[in-house]
């Protein structure tokens, strides 16, 4: 017999990646850090605000929501989809970004971006 320890180490190691596309979500959930997920998907919902991304998210989904403002991600981040939101302003990217999908914005301004 397993213990519940056990089954949750697995669990921590067997989660890469987290899809919660078209959720109906209007804000980002909180996520367990323990948990070392590397990709989330949160394209498709209501969200208005980037925030509790965890450190370890490295491919970061946001398309189609509502987002303004691109602040509270992380600095290991490399690949960022915010294509069909409501951007205005691109600044202060972290400075790992490798792909950027930026497309169907409301872009007017660029400044800072690393």
Do not use: W
Request: with cysteine; net charge neutral.
């Amino acid at each position: 017999m397993k213990s519940k320890h056990y089954e949750r180490d697995m669990l921590k190691i067997l989660v890469m990646s987290l899809d919660l596309s078209c959720q109906n979500l209007k804000s980002v959930p909180y996520i367990d850090p323990s948990l070392s997920i590397h990709t989330l998907i949160l394209a498709g919902n209501q969200i208005k605000e980037i925030t509790n991304i965890p450190e370890t998210v490295v491919n970061l989904d946001l398309s189609e929501n509502q987002i303004e403002k691109i602040s509270g991600l992380p600095d290991k981040l490399e690949t960022l989809d915010l294509y069909g939101n409501r951007i205005s302003r691109i600044t202060n990217l972290p400075v790992g970004i490798k792909i950027l999908d930026l497309r169907n914005n409301l872009i007017k301004k660029v400044e800072n971006i690393f």
